[in-house]
Every structure is written in structure tokens, then in C-alpha cells.
């Protein structure tokens, strides 16, 4: 199993530019989450879902879309980049499983607006 | 709105020392507190979890103490190795939800 992929690695926008942050998990995961990370800010909730076609907001959900039309994927746009959208994205997906949940984290995307 | 407070910010302990980083929270309805690793360019992993009705958890070096009363819980890090080095995230899940407060990190760094 690939586990968590997510795509771009890197990515620099300018102002004003859209783009989006690819996910995929093969675990056949139920949830998947996008989390941002700024330094000192510790992990951020942006959106998440908890099956296909369900999708909710978490504590940081402006300036950002999601949709999830199939279990694997979990894709987040971004319209109208911002500097303050400047940060390290992660996707997660999990099981939820009483006292045994685990998220499972992709590699991150380094995204920089200028 | 829910927080989980997280310290110190930063650590440095000697090879074979203890590492201890403390997280409290200010809402009694969370009912499963884990602990992530990260390691510098991946993502976080979990480490290990505990749940509110259990006072203490160990899994090799890595123990959870749990403080009900308090709110509080901690990860010790016994006999602290060089690859232990990393950011250390706790978190708490409100009950009857799927998602998680994370804490701020803390980095540790561990010296030969």
C-alpha cells in the first residue's frame, strides 16, 4: 500500500492565483482530513469528510474548497491565493475505531503565496 | 472554542535522559488523547494514545500519563535516544466527533 500520496511536493503561487492540492489514500479509509501547519500553530484543521459526497468545515475553512466524489480522493482548492495561505498542507485519512483511531498523514505539500 | 495548550515549545535533553512534554485542556468532553511524531519533511505519525479512563499507558519507552482531575496528560520519553529527535504533537478528540485538536508542538532534540 502507497498509503497517503499527496501532490504537488512544492508549490509557488503568486497572488491571486488558484490551484489544487491533490490527495489520494489507498486504505479504503471512510475519513479523510486537510490540515494546515504554520510554525508554532502546531496542525489546523481546514476540512474534512467522513465518506463520499460528505464533506464539513473545520476550525480554518476560509479561502478554501473541498469535494469528495470517490473514497480515495480528497482534493483541496485553493481560490484566490493569499500570503496567509503560506504553509505545509497535510491530507490524513482514518478508520475511525473507538480507542484504536489512527490518522494516517500523506508527505505534505510546501506551498508558498507571493 | 476547544483547545489542547501544549509545552514546553522546545526541548533539549542528553542521550539516555527523560523527556517530558505536558499538554493540558480546558473542555472535559474529549474521550481518546493521542500523540503524534514528526519527523523534519514527513508527516506526523501516531505514536501512542490513551484513553481518559486509564491513568497511565506504556509502550516501550514512550509513556502517557493521564491526570483527569487536572485536565492534564504528558508523554515521558525514557532513555531519550538521538532518533528521537523530532516534533512531538499531542491532541484530543471531543467525544462523539471525528476530528482532533492538536496541540502547538513541541521539538525535541536529543544530544549524542
Known amino acids: 500500500n502507497a498509503g497517503v500520496t499527496q501532490t504537488p511536493k512544492f508549490r509557488i503561487l503568486k497572488i491571486g492565483q488558484s490551484m489544487t492540492l491533490q490527495c489520494t489514500q489507498d486504505m479504503n479509509h471512510n475519513y479523510m482530513y486537510w490540515y494546515r501547519q504554520d510554525p508554532g500553530m502546531g496542525l489546523k484543521l481546514i476540512y474534512y469528510s467522513v465518506g463520499a459526497g460528505i464533506t464539513d468545515k473545520g476550525e480554518v475553512p476560509n479561502g478554501y474548497n473541498v469535494s469528495r466524489s470517490t473514497t480515495e480522493d480528497f482534493p483541496l482548492r485553493l481560490e484566490l491565493a493569499a500570503p496567509s495561505q503560506t504553509s505545509v498542507y497535510f491530507c490524513?485519512?482514518?478508520?475511525?475505531?473507538?480507542?484504536?483511531?489512527?490518522?494516517?498523514f500523506g508527505p505534505g505539500t510546501r506551498l508558498t503565496v507571493l | 472554542q476547544q483547545q489542547v495548550k501544549q509545552s514546553p515549545q522546545s526541548l533539549i535533553v542528553q542521550k539516555g535522559g527523560i523527556s517530558i512534554i505536558n499538554c493540558a485542556y480546558e473542555?472535559?468532553?474529549?474521550?481518546?488523547f493521542p500523540w503524534y511524531q514528526q519527523f523534519p519533511g514527513k508527516g506526523p505519525a501516531l505514536l501512542i494514545a490513551?484513553?481518559?479512563?486509564?491513568s497511565e499507558k506504556k509502550e516501550g519507552r514512550f509513556t502517557i500519563s493521564f491526570n483527569k482531575s487536572a485536565k492534564q496528560f504528558s508523554l515521558h520519553i525514557m532513555d531519550s535516544q538521538p532518533g528521537d529527535s523530532a516534533t512531538y504533537f499531542c491532541?484530543?478528540?471531543?467525544?462523539?466527533?471525528?476530528?482532533?485538536?492538536f496541540g502547538t508542538g513541541t521539538r525535541l532534540k536529543v544530544l549524542a
Open positions: 491532541a484530543a478528540r471531543p467525544r462523539g466527533t471525528y476530528k482532533y485538536i
Open positions: 490513551i484513553r481518559p479512563d486509564v
Open positions: 473542555n472535559t468532553a474529549f474521550d481518546y
Open positions: 490524513a485519512s482514518g478508520r475511525l475505531a473507538g480507542y484504536t483511531d489512527t490518522q494516517y
